[in-house]
């Protein structure tokens, strides 16, 4: 998995993305509601790049911007549960 690209959180979009050489972007979806809660929304992996732990890396770096954060988190999506 070292091979894999940075996640960085493009808090401008609203997400957490992984871009690829090849220009594709895995992203984690969040809104930051009153209070600062997190509800991540929504998580994409291209085809080209599914079966390599992509969504659940991109889990982790919301869910540690969270806990660093001390804030709460919803998950509204599915592959974050």
């Keep these: 998995m070292s091979n894999l690209p940075p996640i960085v959180d ?14 594709e972007i895995a992203h984690l979806d969040y809104i930051i509601h009153k209070g600062g809660e997190y509800d991540l929304t929504h998580t994409f992996v291209p085809n080209s790049q599914r079966g390599k732990n992509i969504a659940s890396l991109l889990s982790t770096a919301a869910m540690n911007k ?4 001390q804030k709460k988190v919803v998950l509204s999506c599915s592959v974050c549960i």
Aim: hydrophobic share 20%; glycine share 12%; no cysteine.
């Design 66 to 69: 969270v806990r660093d954060n």
């Design 10 to 23: 493009n808090e401008k979009e609203g997400r957490f993305e992984m871009k690829f050489d090849n220009g």
